[in-house]
């Protein structure tokens, strides 16, 4: 494509404005009285100005394919997402005054479906998850218009070695902590790109810190990150929005994870309500995997006398969760029982202790 280079020099421009005006996200920690030699910190991506962690994404997202010629101004952006990055991308479409469409599932929650509209995007709706890929190729071939395709170019539009990525950021704000290089950082997958940032950027700086990724029911990162085998796949779609994957995505690197974790559903939804009393916030439920997952090795180092930090993210915000991970009848209907999971946790909070032979499954 042979687009206006002077229409692209004003778009890179506008999204550098936007991220000048961006302040970087908090990151703070939280006290655990009972494991005093480690801290716990939380990344908190959801003050992005759509909220959320895939904000970054989408910046990067953008930035790569303006610099490979592949959008113009009249371009129109299409991306398979039901979620947080199509919201994202809405918002920088909007930005550069670009068309945007989002291919999503019917059941795609009304909120979600509103706040991609408030940016001016569009919906276009598949009865199932797995035709949406397909559907967005059709889409921007038919309109002349370019896929985004999040789960492909995730590991690659950042630039890992800084650059203020998020890796950069935290080890940035750590500095001063009384251990400001983490044990560990502990991060989800969804498009597996936010772990490969910070996977290559640590071993780029030659740092100690290990990455543990943890992974919901229902998804095959585990299982891959295991065996190796990209073929694999699940009938059991994600339940916590926004990581795991029914399937490999190719911005997964196993190689940069050290370590995963396997969260039960009902776990990430204890943790999202533990925090809400804790912290005084909501947050989604992926930030509740992760607490699920920094707690257990936080327990480990306690347990070994090892003093040090861990860090994580609160990804998003809980208010787009209302109705869903907040909502005891959703929680009912659904089947899952967050009592056992939430003993746990204020179990762990009080004692410093991993519970290794009752962790309800």
Known sequence: MDHDRHWVSEALRRIEADFVRSADTHLFPMDIPSMPGVRLYFKDESSHPTGSLKHRLARSLFLYALCNGWLGPQTTVIEASSGSTAVSEAYFARLLGLPFIAVMPHATSAEKIAQIEFYGGGCHFVDRAEEMDPEARRLAGETGGHFMDQFT??????????????????????????HPEPAWVVCPAGTG?????????????????KICVVDPEGSVFLDYWRTGDRTLTTDRPPMVEGIGRPRVEPSFLREVVDRMIRVPDAASFAGVRFLHSALGRRCGGSTGTNLWGALQLMAEMHADAQAGSVVTLICDGGSRYLDTYFDDGWLADHGYDISPHLEVLERVFETGVWPSDDVPG
């Not at 790109?193 to 810190?209: C, E, K, M, N, Q």
């Open 153 to 178: 170019f995730a590991e690659r539009v950042t630039d890992w070695r800084g650059n203020n990525n998020i890796a950069e950021s935290i080890f940035d704000q750590m500095a001063r902590e009384p």
């Open 193 to 209: 790109g936010t772990s490969a940032t910070i996977g290559r950027f640590v071993r780029y700086r030659g740092l100690d810190t």
